[in-house]
Structures are given as structure tokens and as C-alpha cells.
């Protein structure tokens, strides 16, 4: 399975992701692309080090949404994508998009959706007062944060929590969830029915 991963900034997803390939807890799967809509994300650096093919596309280059997509699309396909990962990918997708890569392309969210969808979903958290956080990993589709739910994972919201140990805390999650997500779609072990999607 190839992979093309589609980051913004930091890259931690995209670095344990990249972690469970090399020392074998996901078998048949490569990094074919890592690509960035930042020219200076830490991620990006990191692939580059790392000698895996790297994009960078500056949106700003492009006449609207579809035709920075079709560019990305352009990419991963020259590359053999199977599975896109998105990891801190801080842009909306375009239905062309989400068409090209139908069912193919994933996201981590660090909340428990449908709750807190969006732009700092642990502060929602923290500011809503739940006593439980987490993080979801969930098929794209058209709507923002939307599609069917493959892994959750979840964590105790501290009375002094902030926003920094709160985020800390579900990305330490995040870093399990992620990789075992990519593992159970590189296994073929995913079923999905509707918004369900059962592991086999
Ligand atoms: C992660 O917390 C991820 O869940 C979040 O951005 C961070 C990226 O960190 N994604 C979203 O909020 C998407 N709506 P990373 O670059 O270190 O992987």
C-alpha cells in the first residue's frame, strides 16, 4: 500500500505513522509522497531528511480550491497512491478531490466527533466542560469532519487542564491511533457500511 501524506505544520501523525512502517508493525506500506500547503512545516523537513519525495504547493499559485486539488490529485497519483493521509492538513478539500480518492482518504481530528468539529477542538472542549476528550480517525467525505468513524480514542479532561496539557495528553493518543488505523486498512480489515465501519 502506498501512502501520500498531506500535513500543514508539525508532521508528529505523519512521524508515527512513518515509525510503525519502519520497525514493522505495519507491513506492505510505503510513504510514496508527503505533501505540504507550507513551505516551512516541520513535517516537511523531516520527509525531506528522511529522503521520501516531498511537494510543496502554495495555494496562492492556484485559481481556487478545485484547481490546487487537481494539482495534489496530479501528485499522488504520479506517485501511486492508494491511501491518503491527511496529518495535520489545515485546508478544506474540494468535492473533486474526495471523488478521485472516494472512501481512500483519512483524517485525525483531536476530538470525539461529531463533537467539536473544526478549527481548535480542544479548546471547544476545555471551554464546553467535558470530562472527556479524545481523538477520532475517520474516512474524508464532502463535509467537514464528517465522514464514517474508524477509531476513536479517549482521554480524561483534568480540572486544571489547559489547552497545551489537555492537546498534549490527546496527542499521545493520536500517535497510537493514527498508525493502527493505517495497520487495519493495510490488513484489509475494514468494512464499511453506510457510516459503519466495522473491523474484521
Ligand atoms: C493534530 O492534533 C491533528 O489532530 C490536528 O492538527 C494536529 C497536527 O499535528 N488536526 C486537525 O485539527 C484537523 N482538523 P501534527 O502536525 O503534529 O500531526
Known amino acids: 500500500m502506498r501512502i501520500g501524506i498531506l500535513l500543514s505544520g508539525r508532521g508528529s501523525?505523519?512521524?508515527?505513522?512513518k515509525a510503525a512502517i519502519?520497525?514493522?508493525?505495519?507491513?506492505?506500506?510505503e510513504i510514496a509522497a508527503v505533501i505540504s500547503n507550507k513551505s516551512d512545516a516541520a513535517g516537511l523537513a523531516y520527509a525531506k531528511e528522511c529522503g521520501l519525495k516531498t511537494v510543496?504547493?502554495?495555494?496562492?499559485?492556484?485559481?481556487?480550491?478545485?484547481?490546487?486539488?487537481?494539482?495534489?490529485v496530479k501528485h499522488l497519483s504520479e506517485s501511486g497512491v492508494d491511501?491518503?493521509?491527511?496529518?495535520?492538513?489545515?485546508?478544506?478539500?474540494?468535492p473533486y478531490f474526495v471523488e478521485q480518492y472516494r472512501n481512500r482518504i483519512i483524517n485525525i481530528h483531536p476530538s470525539l466527533l461529531p463533537?467539536?468539529?473544526?478549527?481548535?477542538?480542544q479548546k471547544q472542549a476545555l471551554d464546553y466542560g467535558v470530562k472527556f476528550a479524545g481523538c477520532t480517525v475517520h474516512?474524508?467525505?464532502?463535509?467537514m469532519d464528517s465522514g464514517a468513524i474508524i477509531l476513536q480514542k479517549c482521554v480524561p479532561v483534568k480540572d486544571d487542564d489547559t489547552e497545551e496539557t489537555l492537546s498534549a495528553?490527546?496527542?499521545?493518543?493520536e500517535h497510537r491511533a493514527y498508525p493502527e488505523a493505517v495497520r487495519l486498512i493495510a490488513e484489509g480489515?475494514?468494512?464499511?457500511?453506510?457510516?459503519h465501519v466495522k473491523i474484521l
Not at 495528553?169 to 493518543?173: D, F, K, P, Q, Y
Not at 480489515?189 to 457510516?195: A, I
Open 13 to 17: 501523525n505523519f512521524k508515527a505513522i
Open 22 to 29: 519502519d520497525n514493522g508493525e505495519i507491513k506492505n506500506a
Open 56 to 72: 510543496y504547493l502554495n495555494h496562492k499559485d492556484f485559481d481556487g480550491r478545485e484547481a490546487y486539488d487537481r494539482e495534489i
Open 83 to 94: 491511501l491518503v493521509c491527511l496529518a495535520g492538513f489545515m485546508r478544506i478539500i474540494s
Open 115 to 121: 463533537a467539536f468539529p473544526g478549527l481548535d477542538a
Open 139 to 143: 474516512f474524508v467525505d464532502e463535509k
Open 169 to 173: 495528553r490527546i496527542l499521545e493518543e
Open 189 to 195: 480489515r475494514l468494512k464499511t457500511e453506510g457510516r
